[in-house]
């Protein structure tokens, strides 16, 4: 896994995201950081090579916040419990 000051602000900033919000797709995510599709789906593949995120499994994510469980159209992405950690770990530094 890439250390956190190697990778980029729009990696780090979709990391934080997807910590925040949980699990979501290119499209949102996208939307939210304000970055293109392309790139963003892109960043999100770059982050599960390196061991940051990893795709959400089955065929409905049950997200905080929604009443009902969302079926899933598009990948959907999560952080992987090393990258829980990291982050957890960042924070008390004060870090994040």
């Known amino acids: 896994m890439k250390a956190w000051t190697e990778l980029a602000p729009k990696e780090q ?3 934080l ?5 949980g699990p979501d797709c290119a499209k949102f995510l ?4 304000k970055m293109d599709l392309g790139a963003t789906m892109k960043l999100l593949g ?3 090579k390196s061991g ?6 089955g065929t409905f994510l049950f997200k905080r916040g929604f009443k009902r469980p969302k079926h899933m159209n598009h990948t959907y ?3 992987t419990k090393q990258a829980e950690k990291e982050l957890r770990i960042l924070a ?3 870090l994040v």
Request: charged share 45%.
């Open 92 to 94: 008390r530094k004060g």
């Open 46 to 48: 770059s982050l599960e």
């Open 52 to 57: 940051w995120l990893k795709r959400v499994q």
């Open 17 to 21: 995201d997807i910590r925040e919000n």
């Open 77 to 79: 992405y999560e952080l």
């Open 30 to 33: 996208s939307r939210r950081i």
């Open 13 to 15: 900033e979709a990391l």
